[in-house]
């Protein structure tokens, strides 16, 4: 359900496209990982993702379920909250190789959290943090790694401004990009894999960026770390 209203609030808000590096659906069991930027990325990414004819589990911070109507889509969809923080957060873990065993997709922000910055500008994703890694080694998954571009013009900076930029884009309609690459398969230990993840999304973020703004972009700052 949270896959198909997205898909149908999205293209209100702005202009979707999207590219991939394989035909089809993401194939079962398989981890997508994606860039966060903007409390309006997942629904942009779940948009893409159904076009694509996938519809992934995702993994959110727990205190999405504690949301009116929110919650109980996210509960009855089988999505999994990540208590950050807590002596709960490996159950996050468990429940995403379990969904992996039984042949769901599984979508994961390597960052986990969002950039501190208030600005609209798109940059390259900050660090990974090491659940993303531990999670394809637990079982061997296949990683997908997915760079979006564009969701923080359709909301970003202080709730203000995230509430007006929401309201305002059935009129402005930004472009927004979202561009799946290879799948592939993490190695080495945690911290290599970790790095090698970020390197993939970041590659696929620039794929994401250079299809809205062009190969020749020189905006300041478009390619500095968060």
């Known amino acids: 359900m949270l896959s198909r209203i997205a898909s149908a609030l999205v293209p ?14 993401v194939a079962p069991g398989s981890i997508v990982a994606a860039n966060h930027s903007s409390l309006a990325d997942p629904a942009v990414v779940l948009a893409a993702l159904h076009r694509l ?14 949301t009116p109507v929110l919650g109980s889509i996210l509960r009855a969809g089988g999505h999994i909250p990540v208590h950050r923080g807590t002596a709960r957060a490996a159950t996050a873990l468990d429940a995403a190789a379990t969904a992996l065993a039984a042949g769901r997709v599984v979508l994961i922000y390597g960052e986990g959290g969002l950039p501190e910055r208030r600005d609209s500008r798109d940059t390259q994703p900050a660090a990974f943090r090491t659940g993303l890694a531990r999670l394809a080694a637990a079982g061997g998954a296949p990683v997908v790694p997915l760079g979006q571009c564009g969701a923080r013009r359709l909301a970003s900076g202080s709730a203000a401004k995230q509430l007006a930029g929401l309201a305002t884009a059935p009129l402005r309609r930004p472009a927004l990009h979202v561009h799946l690459g290879t799948p592939f398969h993490l190695d080495g230990d945690v911290a290599e894999a ?19 703004h062009g190969p020749d972009t020189r905006r300041a700052g478009a390619a500095r770390p968060a």
């Open 194 to 212: 970790t790095a090698a993840a970020h390197r993939a999304v970041t590659a696929a973020w620039r794929t994401a960026e250079q299809r809205l």
């Open 12 to 25: 209100a808000l702005g202009r979707l496209s999207v590219t991939s590096e394989t035909a089809g659906p």
């Open 53 to 66: 004819g996938t519809e992934p589990v995702v993994m959110a911070t727990a205190g999405l379920w504690r």
